[in-house]
């Protein structure tokens, strides 16, 4: 499937398009600025992370977490999003040049019930965080991002070639246990 089928996909279950995702990557000033810079996420995804694994109610979905611990998941997370909002590339320092998303995610149990529970949590974390508190643009962006961004994710889950797979089959050389 083609790059554009695949925004297709994303759009008919997310709701948002490519272009209206793409915002919160554009905003002046950055997300980075607004949420704090490094601290403003390592906060989201702290916040975040105890939501998913404090999820009693769908053992399914904090399945999917378990190849790695709770700390490596907020790192792995805080470093894409600094990275993708306008800070510093903590995540090509740690995961190399490209992020490929898809990729990283597919050797995972994700299907479009997972990237709504993902969102659903996201939104919640981002709804909690203090330094967003009064920033409605911030969020509503935010929120497109991730919510259009997840179901790219599994939208592309599909056609994954084994060829294809980075990150989740294979430990990363820099990893701390």
Known sequence: M???????LAKLNSGVSYEESLIAEQLKPTIYERIGKE??????????YDRVF?????????????S???????????RFFVQTF???????????KYTRLVG???????????????????ESAIDEHEALEGDCEAKEHLKKYFAYTAHYIVAGMDYMRPDQLSGGTKMDTGRIW
Do not use: C
């Not at 601290?39 to 975040?48: I, V």
């Not at 404090?54 to 378990?66: G, P, T, V």
């Not at 790695?68 to 805080?78: G, L, R």
């Not at 306008?86 to 190399?96: A, F, N, V």
């Open 54 to 66: 404090d999820d009693n109610e769908a053992e399914w979905f904090l399945n999917i977490f378990s």
């Open 104 to 122: 990283r995610h597919a050797a995972y149990n994700i299907g479009k019930r997972a990237a709504i529970r993902w969102v659903d949590h996201m």
């Open 2 to 8: 083609s790059k554009q089928g695949l925004q297709h």
């Open 39 to 48: 601290e403003g996420f390592m906060k989201l995804s702290q916040l975040f």
């Open 86 to 96: 306008g800070g510093p590339d903590l995540y090509r320092q740690k995961k190399g």
């Open 68 to 78: 790695s611990t709770k700390q490596e998941a907020v790192e792995n997370q805080y």
